[in-house]
Every structure is written in structure tokens, then in C-alpha cells.
């Protein structure tokens, strides 16, 4: 069965103060992994998909890798306003997403 | 850019009533996907559709049916509503063999 687990559940960081997200997985096959951002009460806003292992991608202040089995998120000099839930998501030879419990990020101006 | 639209954005219903939530895929998407997210839990998928037709299933309930229209709307019917049907619910869509899903807002579901 198809498993995604995140770390830590929880992160407090001062603004300006980078940090890293972990998101392992087992997986029967891995079409891609995806990160998404959500504020509370809203959907997930789509940020990166990757596809193999060693692909980086950035965008802002947000820099994901993937290796066989993880992947990070990687928050440069975080700001309020990047304070959200990010879930990492698999999805495996067929198309539905199974997801993490998502790390919940606070910054602290 | 146009988003999935999902209505309505707030339902309560009594416990054993019927409840049916629409979605509406970005223009030119052909695949809707359906998600319940319980208070403090991840997404867990419950349905899809590509083409009209289901392509996937995953932790329905069978009092909960689906469909997708030739316009490619999509629409959740919830019958026999209990009080651990409150949720989010969330639509994405896709295009055809493209991987990444695009969410909608959500329904929020209250079932008293």
C-alpha cells in the first residue's frame, strides 16, 4: 500500500530563519510527486510536481528535491505570509493523489 | 486563469438527508477527481472521472454516487447523510494524461 509520511507534523520559524519539509514515500511505481500549499478552510494550491529522482524545482523562496525515496521542501528566509499547511502527495501507476498529514509552517515576523 | 469552481461553498443538512455538490473543471479539462478531507486529516480520494467515464475509485461510501457530464461538470451525490460525512470536499481536474490536479475551494458539509 501506497504510504507518504511528513516531518515534522509542526514548524515554527522566525522570519528570515530557512528550514527544510521531509516528505518519505513508498510507492508501487511513482508517476510523480507533488507539493501542494493549503490555508486553512481552502483548497490545495498546486506549487511543484516531480518526476525523477535528483529533479530539483523553484519557485520564490520554495525549492523541492526528490531522491528515491523522499523528497524537501526547502523554505529560504521564510516570510509571514508563506505560513500554511504544504502536503506532499504520490501518485502511482494510476492517477489518484494519496497524500501526507502535511506540515503546518508558522513564521514569525 | 480560470479554476475549478466548486457550489455550493457551504451545505448543513440533517442526519439521513441528501446532499449533491457540483464541480466545475478549468476549461478544456477532461479528468475530475473528488476528495474528502476530515477535520485535521489529509485528502483521501474518493472517485474519478476522464471522458465521462469512471476511472478510479477509492474509499467511497456506497451511499455516495458520482457522475460527469458531457459539459465535463462533475457532480457528488451524498444520500443517507451521517454526522462523519462533515468534511471538506474537494473537486480537482486535470488534462487528460497530464499528472498535475488543480483544486477547487471546497464544500464544507455539515451534517447535524
Known amino acids: 500500500e501506497d504510504q507518504v509520511t511528513q516531518s515534522p507534523e509542526a514548524l515554527r520559524l522566525q522570519e528570515g530563519e530557512s528550514s527544510s519539509l521531509n516528505c518519505s514515500y513508498t510507492?508501487?511505481?511513482?508517476?510523480?510527486l507533488f507539493w501542494y500549499r493549503q490555508d486553512p478552510g481552502k483548497g490545495p494550491e498546486f506549487l511543484f510536481t516531480l518526476y525523477s529522482a535528483g529533479e530539483e524545482k523553484e519557485k520564490e523562496r520554495l525549492k523541492a528535491t526528490l531522491t528515491k525515496k523522499e523528497s524537501f521542501l526547502h523554505i529560504t528566509a521564510p516570510k509571514p505570509e508563506d505560513s500554511a499547511t504544504y502536503l506532499c502527495a504520490v501518485q502511482p501507476n494510476d492517477y489518484k493523489l494519496s497524500f501526507g498529514a502535511g506540515t503546518t509552517v508558522t513564521v514569525r515576523a | 486563469a480560470a479554476g475549478v469552481i466548486q457550489s455550493p461553498r457551504h451545505l448543513i443538512k440533517e442526519k439521513r438527508e441528501t446532499a449533491t455538490l457540483k464541480c466545475y473543471p478549468i476549461?478544456?479539462?477532461?479528468?475530475v477527481y473528488w476528495y474528502q478531507q476530515g477535520p485535521g486529516q489529509d485528502p483521501q480520494f474518493l472517485i474519478s472521472?476522464?471522458?465521462?467515464?469512471?476511472?478510479d475509485k477509492g474509499s467511497i461510501p456506497d451511499r455516495f454516487s458520482a457522475q460527469q457530464f458531457s459539459d465535463y461538470h462533475s457532480e457528488l451525490n451524498m444520500s443517507s447523510l451521517e454526522l462523519g460525512d462533515s468534511a471538506l470536499y474537494f473537486c480537482?481536474?486535470?488534462?487528460?494524461?497530464?499528472?498535475?490536479?488543480?483544486f477547487g475551494p471546497g464544500t464544507r458539509l455539515l451534517v447535524l
Open positions: 476549461p478544456r479539462h477532461d479528468t
Open positions: 480537482a481536474s486535470s488534462l487528460g494524461g497530464e499528472e498535475t490536479q488543480y
Open positions: 472521472f476522464y471522458e465521462k467515464m469512471q476511472s
Open positions: 510507492v508501487s511505481g511513482l508517476r510523480g
